[in-house]
């Protein structure tokens, strides 16, 4: 079982960054896909990024490509996502999840609890 923890959502100004984290509990990050998702209101849950379980490997949705940056730090168990170039569009409750097969559309089997990101214009 893994414990997924979020953290380092808020309030941010339009063309500002911000960078959010998922600390990982209960096993190790090793060996398995990690990466954000999110959901904003009234909308369907969205890809954002996802890295491999090496850490070379990374993908992201197309509307976060060139601005967003996944990374992970094995021996922190953590998962970062760092925001550039923030857009009002980008607010969301993001979600950090973890373990699905590398490159499918399969449901991560873990969760964090989500947190939120707010970007005014």
């Known amino acids: 079982q893994v414990q997924l923890v979020e953290s380092g959502g808020g309030l941010v100004q339009a063309g500002g960054s911000l960078r959010v984290s998922c600390a990982a509990s209960g096993r190790p990050f090793i060996g398995i896909v990690a990466g954000w998702f999110r959901q904003a209101p009234g909308k369907e849950r969205e890809f954002v990024a996802a890295?491999?379980?090496?850490?070379?490997?990374?993908s992201y949705g197309d509307s976060v490509k060139g601005r967003f940056t996944i990374s992970r730090d094995t021996a922190k168990n953590t998962v970062y996502l760092q925001m550039n170039s923030l857009k009002p569009e980008d607010t969301a409750v993001y979600y950090c999840?973890?373990?699905?097969?590398?490159?499918?559309?399969?449901?991560?089997?873990?969760w964090g609890q989500g947190t939120q990101v707010t970007v005014s214009s």
């Open positions: 999840a973890a373990d699905w097969p590398w490159g499918s559309t399969a449901q991560p089997r873990y």
């Open positions: 890295i491999s379980w090496s850490g070379i490997g990374t």
